[in-house]
């Protein structure tokens, strides 16, 4: 028996020697162009060995043939389909073989390879260096395609953390305006992406047509990626209309098709959807299943994405409810183990907490389920260790409150004093609080002055006029539209702006509307009744938010307080 087993074995290996012989063999009339074209379509349809075979005879071949430039090409197809440390070697040896090649090609491709790779793995600050520094040759080489693809990637990490708007605005531009930079690949993603911040900010109509082209597109074109893509898509949509049966079919079918082929960032999303399919057709217990295989999911890829908190505390909640606490106990450690790792990546957005489970209410939670579980005495003993640093917690916290408040409140009362005085610009009450913000003073490069005076000096008369007839109140303004409108070009404007009012075109249009604003809400009661949006809309800011970071970086508090002590003012 064993003979014959022996025997067939060294028949499967001669068969499998045999075969890569005769694909390398057929690879070798092939140019470098054509096995590129070989290679991603072997990518794109899920062919792994044949796509690694060519990538190592392309390397071969490169190195055998020292080509510096295509033996950097061959080190990067081959980092496709290892894990993260081996690729990066790969991408390491790129960097290493160009370092002294010239033309616009790299360091710029080497930082955006390296980019990609490490947010595939879920690491968006090493993503983000790197694509910054790509951004950074890329311009410094006018490489226009390379600036093009770091922008691009930027704004899918914008998107990642919910900034869609902002990332739609550069997708929508690459998408329409750009068709000599994107190839067709580059177009697609483009739609792929500007869809999905689309359904995110729920601008539905517009993500259906998106989709539909999509699917149209995917339809005529060759790889099985694409169609599934957009029915995940497709599937999403559903969803946001409510159509919840559709929803479910779509996105099943997408995720089954996302894991069979490793495309695990796809799969957690669709997944992430799919439990809110379920949730809004009342399947309470597919989304139970859908979630825990969403968990199942996380850890084994260690993928995450601000929404799975939204996982999370249903099940902890659903389990809950069941008064099942070990379950309860073990997804609020989940919850704690995602949300640190959420958090060490997005620093800014770590005071926003769950709507319904924030950290330290979790942290009270487990606690209360582990002295349940224990005996009375360690229950007494982490009982009062925890109130005493509750209390000292909520004795820190109480005095920082109140001491901003006094401060906050103290700035409010010198800048209406300043107004009452009469001193509309406040220049000598603003000093200090400036201090706290110094980005406000940045401005531009002084050294090198190239207005004539005369152009100057027309630009400061108009300056004048803008200011005097409050012409600053008007929306979408921007150093192009104003330069425009008095007859001179941005450089200039920029310049003169710079020089003579010492900031740069963002920070003197914001001023003039804050300015305005605290002058106004001291002397205009009605004004002062105003809901922050319409306030905001008067000023011509777009939305209330804008309008508010703008207040608080001017003046260092926030409107609200402004208002209050306005009022108290009057009503002493």
Do not use: W
């Amino acid at each position: 028996m064993m003979k014959y087993l022996h025997l067939l074995l060294l028949i499967i290996v001669s068969n499998l020697f045999y075969t890569q012989n005769k694909f390398a063999e057929n690879l070798e009339p092939l140019r470098y162009s054509e096995l590129k074209i070989n290679f991603y379509d072997y990518y794109d349809h899920n062919k792994v060995q044949q796509a690694k075979q060519t990538a190592k005879y392309y390397l071969q071949k490169a190195k055998k043939e020292k080509n510096t430039l295509e033996i950097a090409e061959g080190y990067n197809l081959m980092h496709f389909y290892e894990d993260l440390p081996t690729a990066l070697k790969y991408i390491d040896s790129v960097a290493i073989i160009t370092k002294n090649v010239k033309g616009h090609l790299y360091p710029a491709r080497t930082y955006l390879v390296r980019g990609t790779l490490y947010q595939k793995y879920d690491n968006l600050k090493d993503a983000l260096d790197n694509y910054i520094l790509g951004l950074k040759y890329a311009k410094e080489q006018h490489d226009e395609r390379q600036t093009a693809y770091a922008n691009m990637n930027i704004a899918y990490i914008n998107s990642y953390m919910g900034k869609n708007t902002e990332a739609s605005k550069i997708f929508r531009y690459y998408l329409y305006n750009e068709n000599n930079i994107t190839d067709d690949y580059q177009h697609n993603q483009m739609r792929i992406a500007l869809t999905s911040c689309y359904l995110e900010i729920n601008k539905l109509d517009s993500a259906n047509i998106l989709i539909k082209e999509g699917q149209k597109s995917a339809f005529i074109g060759k790889n099985a990626y694409d169609p599934n893509l957009y029915s995940y898509l497709a599937g999403t949509y559903d969803l946001k209309m409510k159509e919840y049966k559709s929803a479910i079919i779509k996105l099943s079918n997408s995720y089954a098709y996302f894991i069979h082929t490793n495309e695990n960032n796809n799969a957690n999303y669709a997944l992430y959807n799919l439990g809110k399919a379920y949730r809004g057709d009342r399947n309470e217990e597919k989304v139970k299943e859908t979630y825990i295989k969403l968990d199942s999911n996380v850890q084994k890829f260690n993928i995450t994405f601000p929404e799975l908190r939204e996982a999370y505390t249903y099940l902890i909640d659903y389990y809950k409810q069941k008064n099942n606490t070990e379950k309860q106990l073990y997804y609020i450690n989940r919850f704690l183990k995602v949300d640190k790792k959420l958090d060490e990546q997005f620093q800014y957005l770590s005071t926003e907490l769950p709507k319904k489970y924030d950290t330290p209410k979790l942290l009270e939670e487990k606690e209360h389920i582990i002295n349940t579980l224990e005996n009375k005495k360690i229950v007494l003993y982490v009982s009062i260790g925890f109130l005493f640093t509750t209390v000292l917690l909520l004795s820190f916290f109480f005095y920082r409150a109140k001491k901003t408040e006094r401060k906050h409140r103290k700035i409010a009362q010198d800048l209406i004093h300043s107004i009452e005085e009469g001193n509309v610009e406040t220049p000598t009450k603003l000093d200090a609080i400036q201090l706290q913000n110094p980005e406000q003073t940045d401005t531009e490069d002084k050294t090198s002055k190239t207005t004539p005076e005369e152009v100057t000096q027309f630009i400061l008369q108009e300056l004048e006029v803008f200011e005097s007839k409050e012409l600053f109140l008007r929306k979408g303004i921007t150093s192009a539209s104003l330069a425009k409108s008095i007859k001179t070009n941005t450089t200039y404007l920029s310049e003169v702006i710079n020089t003579q009012k010492g900031k740069n075109f963002v920070s003197y249009l914001n001023d003039l509307r804050i300015n305005y604003a605290l002058n106004r809400l001291v002397k205009d009661r009605k004004f002062r009744s105003y809901k922050l949006s319409v306030i905001a809309d008067e000023l011509g800011y777009n939305n209330e938010q804008a309008f508010s970071l703008a207040f608080k970086k001017k003046t260092g508090i926030t409107l609200s307080i402004y208002i209050k002590e306005i009022e108290k003012d009057n009503h002493n």
